[in-house]
């Protein structure tokens, strides 16, 4: 797969994405600025389709840049808590403020997206048996304890059902003045490019890369935040969106190694080509309702995991 | 050292304490109104204790560990596809959903075949590592999940609403037609799965010497596995899906009761898991005076014993 496929792929997805809803908008009727179609196009379209982008985009380089620093494949925001305690945070600013406003969510949720995340990589240090299929495994757990106290203070205080509606990840709300928080993804992600090589290096291990004259520690801390903030944008605006950061670059990887500067752009292509399949799929196959888009990316990106487990093993170990 | 005996005595006091104080604690307002109630929950619990500890121990017997339990490999959330199918395919006025018998007749073969399906494809010559299955029950039973709440949303409103009353068990919610059904199937597996107690003691040393004792290995993995799926289900129906409830007590199990007797391992285990059941709600409800039910307790307790169990194999195998 080149890059220039994914480009292309990524405009007609794009196109098809802009055209199809319960409001039948032809590029003809764009033609009058005054129209109430072109301001739905404008108001509702053109957001989600920037939504979608940026949130592939992102939550496949945050998938990256963990998979590079943990040195395993199967590490990602699904399997290291990463998702789970910025939804913990959602809540907890919730207890603490009676009026929450959107500022405190957004601190709180980041706040706890970077300690979760932290302490997994710390609880990683513990282990000695790094296994690829082990490290994931205790991740998944440790997501799922989070969860279980999320759970917990939602039923204590009566938000539960609040918190559900509110992370079931979906693009339907994303209109204009909704949804700008994801743009803070793209200075991650271009950090994230910046710092590819390094995080390439600090991928090769703590002592390598010290060898090699890297920081190590500032390396691995700067990912982390990076990670926090692509994910706690990405859970805020439009939700929790599974398995993306686990199988996007993985796929990629298989075919172009995992010198990070030269994969960071076939991951942001297929991580946005991914995302933009599954949301025109939750919009057609119900049609002109939709099914929450993390549905189909659970359905779709589970199965795909299971694949990759058994037939990728021998991959993975290298 | 205890002896066993006395160990037994010790937990059956227990469980008949916490029993008696679940029936009869700070009883208000009508007794007539509220006793019958609150026995109908501890019947509940006592069920559901009894068939998650009994199929737990015998399916960790036949699977040789003792991490993997028929809810953590996702047989559990078959359950709830069955049912979602039944009523994205058949509608709310099938025969197979109003009549309850022939609605859990369906669910149970359906959980067996999946069960068989698993066995067959996961544990085939037991070319898989230990972890590699516990990483794929689980994201199986995630793959599953997504897939029920994807029929959901696409499922008709008026039959979802009654697929709700279906799906939504706990023990705040016992239907007592139910209970009675699970009373004789649970029985029913008594009686059934008592003769297989002592093949099921010479199995734990491996299937090589099972078979050259005499014990028909295969005819019993069957068997068991048909059995196992039974209990689940009866216990799903029943209450709801209690994922590490098998976990925590068949290794509290194994480590208060040193035998290798099928009949007091599983006596142990049931003891155990009525135990933390009547005794957590108790305690949740009475004491401590919380919302939560207590399968969010348990599988917050679980979720970490089972981070230490995953630590404590690694340790030994690494």
Known sequence: MRLWMLIIATIILSIISLFIGAIDIKPSDLLDWDSDKTQIFLMSRVPRLMAIILAGAGMSIAGLIMQSLSRNKFVSPTTAGTLDAAKLGIVVSMLFFTNVA???????????????????????????????????????????????????????????????????????????????????????????????????????????????????????????????????????????????GLIVPNIVSIYMGDNLRKTIPHTIGLGIVFLLICDILSRLIVYPYEIPVNVTVAVIGSAIFLVMLFRGKAYAKK | MRKNSTKFIILTIIAIVFILLYAFYNIQGGFGYAFPRRLVRV??????????????????????????????????????????????????????????????????????????????????????PIYLLLLAGMIIGTLLGSLVSFLQVIIDPVEYLSLQTRLFASFNNVKTELLYVSLVILGGCFIYGGRMLRDLDVMSLGRDTAMNLGVNYDKIVLRVLVLSSILIATSTALVG??????????????????????????????????????????????????????????????????????????????
């Open chain 2, 241 to 318: 899906p209690i994922t590490f409830l098998g976990l925590i007590v068949s290794n509290l199990a194994y480590q208060y009761i040193v035998t290798y007797k099928h009949s007091l391992l599983i006596a142990g285990a049931s003891l155990i898991s009525i135990i933390a059941l009547v005794g957590g709600q108790f305690l949740v409800q009475h004491v401590f005076h919380l919302n939560t039910t207590i399968s969010v307790i348990i599988n917050f307790i679980g979720g970490i014993y089972f981070i230490y169990l995953l630590l404590k194999e690694s340790r030994a195998a690494g």
């Open chain 1, 102 to 244: 959107y500022f405190q969510k957004i601190i709180f949720s980041f706040a706890f997206a970077l300690i979760g995340t932290f302490l997994f990589m710390k609880l990683l240090d513990r282990i000695k048996f790094k296994d690829v299929i082990f490290v994931p495994l205790i991740g998944i757990m440790y997501g799922n304890i989070i969860s279980a106290i999320t759970t917990f203070l939602g039923y204590e205080s009566d938000i539960l059902q609040n918190v559900q509606s509110f992370f079931m990840g979906s693009f339907t709300l994303v209109v204009s003045g909704r949804y700008e928080l994801l743009y803070v993804a793209i200075p991650a992600v271009i950090l994230a490019y910046i710092f590819a090589n390094k995080f390439t290096v600090a991928g090769m291990g703590e002592d390598f890369a010290k060898n090699l004259g890297l920081s190590y520690k500032t390396v691995l801390n700067l990912g982390l935040i990076l990670v926090s903030i692509i994910s706690t944008t990405v859970v805020l605006t439009v939700g929790v969106i599974p398995f993306l």
């Open chain 2, 43 to 128: 019947a509940a619990m006592i069920v559901t204790g009894i068939a998650i500890a009994y199929s737990t121990i015998m399916f960790q017997t036949i699977t040789r560990n003792r991490i993997l339990t028929p809810s953590v490999m996702g047989i559990d959330s078959m359950y709830e596809v069955v049912q979602t199918v039944i009523y994205f395919v058949l509608g709310s006025a099938s025969i197979f959903v109003v009549n309850h018998y022939l609605n859990f007749g369906v669910a149970i073969i359906a959980m067996i075949i999946f069960a068989l399906i698993l066995y067959r494809f996961l544990f085939r010559a037991d070319k898989h």
